[in-house]
Structures are given as C-alpha cells and as structure tokens.
C-alpha cells in the first residue's frame, strides 16, 4: 500500500508547522515543506523568500514555486510514498494558488496547471487548513520578516480568502480554527485527521 500524503496549509502565523511536526511524529511519516524540501529547492527557496530579490515577477514566482514542487515530488515525495511510509508536507499547490493565483493576481487557472504539471499526478489525500485572520497571524510572526511576510494586510487577506474558498470547493480540504490554543487546535488537527487512519 503506497503511504498517505497530508498536508498542511494556512497563512503566515497560523501554526502550521507545528502541527505538520506533531502529526508527522505521531504516524512516522516524513515531514517536509514547500518551498525547500530538497537541495536544489533549498536554494529556490532562498530565491523565492530573500528580501534581497528585488523585481521578481509573479509569473517568475509562480514558475519557481511549481519548479521547487517538481523537484520536490519527484526526488523526494513519490519515492516516500511508493514506499509505504506517509508524507506530511508544509504547504503544497493550494499555497500557489492562494500566493501567486490570488496574492499576486495571477488567478488559480493560470496558476493550477503549472502544480498539475509539477506533482505529476501526486495529489494530497487530505489538506488540513489552518484559518487565522491575516492580521492575528502576522502579529504572531517573529524575527526576520521575509519576502512574503512583507507584503501588505490586504495581500494576506486576499491570500486567506483564496484558501477558504478552496476549501470549500475541495472534499480533501478540512478547516480547523487556529485562533485557539495551541491545545485546541492539536485537538480539531487530530479530529480532522480521524478520517485518514
Ligand atoms: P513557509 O516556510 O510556510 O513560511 P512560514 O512558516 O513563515 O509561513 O512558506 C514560505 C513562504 O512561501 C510563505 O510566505 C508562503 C510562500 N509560498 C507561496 O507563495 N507559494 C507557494 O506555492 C508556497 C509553497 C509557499
């Protein structure tokens, strides 16, 4: 039996790579992220989040974003899965969608097809969509702001709306409230992923 692909996705605070950790120790799975999961997307990443990239256009972002995601599934992601062992990843293609199609102003048509391209097949079996107002989230952000980080509150309102549509729209996606404590919130992670085990 191939393994499971769970994946995280929310807004910039919404305390999703501490429950993408958790999840991931609780079922043995490999825990990775988007963008960054491989060496090669270690260095896009770097690109991509820099606050040193100045000009980057939103097509050129959205193509690096789906070319860190191809590299990602290919050398790491397929082989896990085919192997048995589950996957839980930080973020997938509903963050391009929701960054560069509605973020950037791109639009999911434009943007969907260069994900499809790039996971070859391999779709999530469960989004678990961390939901915080954009302006909690980025209140809890610390340190350095990156690239993304830096954009203004209408940007990541624009981008939180683009993901609860796409929950909405998507029998895979499940919404958890992220607004509580950290204790509730493991609480509705773990409901959601009832369903998967
Ligand atoms: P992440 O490492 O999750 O940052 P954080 O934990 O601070 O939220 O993601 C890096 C940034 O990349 C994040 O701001 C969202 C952005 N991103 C996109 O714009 N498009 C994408 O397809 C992905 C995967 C991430």
Same mark, same amino acid.
């Given at each position: 039996?191939?393994?499971?692909l769970?994946?995280?996705?929310?807004?910039?605070?919404?305390?999703?790579?501490?429950?993408?950790a958790?999840?991931?120790?609780?079922?043995n799975?490999l825990?990775?992220?988007?963008?960054?999961?491989?060496?090669?997307?270690?260095?896009?990443?770097?690109?991509?989040l820099s606050t040193?990239?100045? =000009? @980057?256009s #939103?097509r /050129?972002?959205?193509? %690096?974003?789906a070319?860190?995601?191809a590299?990602h599934?290919?050398?790491?992601?397929?082989p896990t899965l085919?192997?048995?062992?589950?996957?839980?990843?930080?973020?997938y293609?509903g963050s391009?969608i929701?960054?560069?199609g509605?973020?950037? =102003? @791109?639009? #999911?048509? /434009?943007?969907l097809? %260069?994900?499809l391209?790039?996971?070859?097949g391999?779709?999530?079996?469960l989004?678990?969509?961390?939901?915080?107002?954009?302006?909690?989230?980025?209140?809890?952000?610390v340190?350095?702001?990156?690239r993304f980080?830096?954009?203004?509150?209408?940007?990541?309102?624009t981008?939180?709306?683009?993901? %609860?549509?796409?929950?909405?729209?998507?029998a895979t996606?499940?919404?958890?409230?992220?607004?509580g404590?950290?204790?509730q919130?493991?609480?509705?992670v773990?409901?959601?992923l009832g369903s998967?085990?």
């Open positions: 039996m191939t393994g499971r769970i994946v995280f996705e929310g807004g910039e605070g919404s305390g999703k790579s501490t429950q993408a958790r999840i991931a120790a609780d079922r799975a825990l990775t992220r988007q963008p960054g999961g491989t060496e090669v997307g270690a260095s896009i990443r770097e690109l991509l040193n990239t100045v =000009g @980057l #939103a /050129a972002e959205a193509l %690096l974003m070319a860190d995601r590299q599934v290919e050398e790491l992601i397929a085919q192997s048995g062992r589950d996957v839980v990843c930080d973020r293609f391009s929701a960054y560069q509605a973020g950037r =102003g @791109l639009g #999911a048509e /434009a943007v097809p %260069l994900s391209f790039a996971v070859d391999v779709l999530p079996d989004v678990v969509l961390l939901d915080v107002p954009a302006d909690i989230g980025l209140a809890r952000s340190g350095d702001v990156d980080e830096a954009q203004d509150l209408a940007f990541h309102e981008v939180r709306a683009s993901f %609860l549509e796409q929950a909405d729209a998507n996606w499940v919404v958890v409230d992220a607004t404590s950290l204790e919130v493991a609480t509705a773990d409901a959601a998967l085990s």
